[in-house]
């Protein structure tokens, strides 16, 4: 875990933001990766980095959650969908209550009861209220959606909550 502290903080600090994010979502998106909690970690890094870097001016970071959320929605199985959702919508939020809960879901994979659900919906509900932009928040909303079409699908549940949270 310390080289992917180090790795993160290396790549973060020589490379443009854009190309570290596409690289390292692309990669943790990967059917064939197994190293899901190394790479988690080392996006953790990057987003604290790049966080620190742009004080809230930037929404570099955003742009890259609302791009590769679709992505995110399609693993399987949806426990495993949920625990990379959880841990990246963390990775990029700004709360630092929700930043410091990271650790504790990163060593949650391969695990899922309803506390992990809970904590999934109200952390997407922090990560929609830190969203800037009007368009960004409807293309969040509208991720959802679409992946609440499948049966029995937690992210319906995840409308619901923003539902009663907005008043959409």
């Known amino acids: 875990m310390i080289i ?4 993160g903080y290396f790549l973060a600090e020589f490379f443009p933001p854009q190309d570290i994010l596409n ?3 692309g990669e943790f998106l990967s059917k064939q990766q197994n190293h899901y909690k190394y790479l988690i970690e080392i996006l953790f890094i990057i987003y604290s980095k790049l966080q620190i870097d742009c004080q809230h001016t930037d929404d570099t970071g955003e742009d890259w959650v609302i791009l590769s959320l679709s992505s995110f929605t399609q693993l399987v199985p949806i426990s495993h969908a ?3 959702l959880t841990c990246f919508l963390i990775c990029a939020s700004h709360n630092h209550w929700i930043r410091s809960c990271y650790y504790y879901f990163q060593n949650r994979f391969g695990k899922f009861n309803e506390h992990d659900k809970r904590a999934f919906f109200t952390i997407c509900n922090n990560f929609y209220n830190e969203i800037k932009s009007d368009d960004n928040k409807m293309s969040f909303i509208k991720t959802f ?4 079409c499948v049966p029995n699908s937690p992210y319906f549940e995840v409308l619901q909550y923003l539902w009663d949270d907005i008043n959409l």
Do not use: E, P
Request: a positive charge; one cysteine or more.
């Open 4 to 7: 992917c502290q180090v790795f």
């Open 23 to 25: 690289k390292c979502i």
């Open 82 to 84: 949920l625990w990379a």
């Open 145 to 148: 959606q679409k992946a609440a």
